[in-house]
Structure formats: C-alpha cells, structure tokens
C-alpha cells in the first residue's frame, strides 16, 4: 500500500508558487494496487511519473538518493518530513553520508493548521502551479479535511477513502515557505 510523496515548492517574481511532486511506490504488486484501487500506477510507473522501486515496500535508498540530487542541485532551505519511517529514510542518507536541512513538521492540528490555511489561500488565489500531475490531483481528489472543536484543521487518511499523500507533502512544503 506504499506511495511516497515528495513535493518540491518554490516561490518566483510573481509570487506564484511552483510545485513539482515526485512519487515512489513499489514495484512488487503495483497491478494488483492498481486494480484495487483504480488507479494506473503501474502506467504511472512504466511513464516516470511513479519511481517504482524494487521489493514489496518503497525502498528508502531510492529517495535519499533524489533528495541528495536535489539538494545538490537546488537551493533547498528545507526538507519538512512527517515522522513516520523517518528512521529508515535518516538511516540511508547516513549510510551515505549525506546532510540535509531536515524539519521535522507535525501531523497534529497545531501545526496542520496554518500549512492548509497557506494552501487554501494560495489556491484560491490561483497561485499554485503544479504541472497538471495526475498523481498529485488524485491525491487532491481524496483530501478530507477533519477539524477539532476549536475550528483547527488537518488532512486525515482515515476519513479519505483514498491515498492522500502527495496533499499532506504540498501542505507541509507550503507551510515551511510561508514561514521561511
């Protein structure tokens, strides 16, 4: 059931904000995940949309390798990151001997909140250009907001019925820009 998302966002002159999502899944029973959930991510993955990766679970190599490319690349400020298997992604980058400005960001309404009302502004603004990638709107399509008694809100996948990955990478990327 893995997909991994890693979402890029850079602000220009305009102040339109530029996305570029890059997705890892593996590669062991991709048919059957696009059967099950009826989306081509085996088309995805045969057209470089999906980085499918060897095994029955997303090789974490695969994406301390992108995110060292990028970094060297890019001028990357920082790499906001959900705890969750962190310590399978921190331990290839150190096998490797990388460095990056990793940020740990919360998945919590506190900070949840702010990130998806910086998302909601930007879109409505019509800032956010992403590149129409069918990865990401599908991910869009799914994305439930759930709110606490006090009006906070964060993206939940308990409340989605499907994968919402690629919205919570966009929510964070922007809510680590908007406060860089």
């Known amino acids: 059931?893995?997909?991994?998302?890693?979402?890029?966002?850079?602000?220009?002159?305009?102040?339109?904000?530029?996305?570029?999502?890059?997705?890892?899944?593996?590669?062991?029973?991709?048919?059957?995940?696009?059967?099950?959930?009826?989306?081509?991510?085996?088309?995805?993955?045969?057209?470089?949309?999906?980085?499918?990766?060897?095994?029955?679970?997303?090789?974490?190599?695969?994406?301390?390798?992108?995110?060292?490319?990028?970094?060297?690349?890019?001028?990357?400020?920082?790499?906001?990151?959900?705890?969750?298997?962190?310590?399978?992604?921190?331990?290839?980058?150190?096998?490797?001997?990388?460095?990056?400005p990793l940020a740990e960001f919360g998945q919590g309404f506190k900070d949840m909140t702010p990130a998806l009302e910086s998302l909601e502004a930007l879109l409505l603004a019509g800032k956010i250009r992403h590149g129409a990638n069918p990865v990401l709107d599908m991910c869009a399509e799914n994305a439930v907001a759930v709110m606490d008694p006090a009006g906070n809100r964060k993206l939940d996948k308990s409340e989605a019925t499907g994968r919402i990955y690629a919205m919570v990478a966009l929510a964070m990327a922007l809510g680590k820009a908007c406060t860089q």
Do not use: Q
């Open 1 to 100: 059931n893995d997909l991994t998302a890693l979402v890029l966002a850079g602000r220009d002159e305009d102040g339109d904000i530029h996305v570029r999502p890059e997705f890892f899944a593996p590669l062991v029973g991709v048919e059957d995940r696009s059967e099950r959930d009826r989306e081509p991510y085996d088309v995805w993955g045969r057209e470089g949309i999906i980085t499918l990766t060897p095994g029955a679970s997303v090789d974490y190599r695969y994406v301390a390798e992108r995110l060292a490319e990028l970094c060297d690349d890019l001028n990357v400020v920082a790499i906001s990151f959900d705890r969750w298997r962190m310590d399978v992604l921190k331990r290839e980058l150190s096998a490797m001997g990388v460095e990056l």
